[in-house]
């Protein structure tokens, strides 16, 4: 009987002492890249280490002379491999017409990661989009 009771104990022990390692699952990570001239948009790329599926993305624009600009677009992209080897381009249909500092919003999400967001500043001059210096 206190064999077996040893035996118990030290197993106890063992288990106690040994180190437990918790591996947290891949998952995708967006990388988003905005872009200006004469278009407004954005690339998006999964530079992590799992596929990304069904991102769901937008883009918005506003600001401009008297906050007169105000304009979105939204999609969804199927899936985004992982690596950061192929990135998907999006943006809006037609360049905001107008004159002045406007802040442009890409935000996206995949449904297995978090959200991403990005935001610049820029200056709109008619259709040509000028990124701003942080």
Partial sequence: MKMKEIIVGISILFLLLTPVVFVAAAEPELEIEPVTGFYTGAIIRNVGTSDAYNIKWNI???GGFL??????KNGVIAMLPADGSI???IRLERSPFGFGKISITITAKASNSATFEKGIHAFLLFYYTIALPR
């Avoid at 906050?67 to 979105?72: E, L, R, T």
């Fill in 60 to 62: 918005s624009v506003k």
């Fill in 67 to 72: 906050n007169k600009i105000d304009a979105s």
């Fill in 87 to 89: 990135g998907y381009a």
